[in-house]
């Protein structure tokens, strides 16, 4: 079993820059994909990009290349770096453990989330 804790939300300025972290512990972090979600208010939860084992990196086409995945398995950690963002980028981030695919049932463990507000 692996325990998530995203951090790194807050409130920006449209245009502006935030890096999300989401650190795991519990269980060998090398063993699994992450992925990056958010969920906007009354919305479903939206994939962003998953990161495999082996690193390789899936982006959702939609964010227009302004959101940038990174993992660093010596600290257990992986970033989302998040650029020009818009108000519409405004939800609950989420990373996701142990699984592969845009659906929220394609993942066995989710952290708490953490919020992004993006002001315009």
């Known amino acids: 079993e692996v325990q998530l804790v995203e951090s790194g939300g807050g409130l920006v300025q449209a245009g502006g820059s935030l890096r999300l972290s989401c650190v795991a512990s519990g269980s060998t972090f090398d063993d699994y994909a992450i992925g990056w979600f958010r969920q906007a208010p009354g919305k479903e939860r939206e994939p962003l990009s998953a990161?495999?084992?082996?690193?390789?990196?899936y982006y959702d086409t939609s964010r227009e290349g302004r959101f940038t995945m990174s993992r660093d398995n010596a600290k257990n950690t992986v970033y989302l770096e998040m650029n020009s963002l818009k108000p519409e980028d405004t939800a609950v981030y989420y990373c996701?453990?142990?699984?592969?695919?845009?659906?929220?049932?394609?993942?066995?463990?989710w952290g708490q989330g953490t919020l992004v507000t993006v002001s315009s």
């Open positions: 996701a453990a142990d699984g592969w695919g845009p659906l929220v049932t394609d993942w066995n463990y």
């Open positions: 990161i495999s084992v082996s690193h390789t990196i």
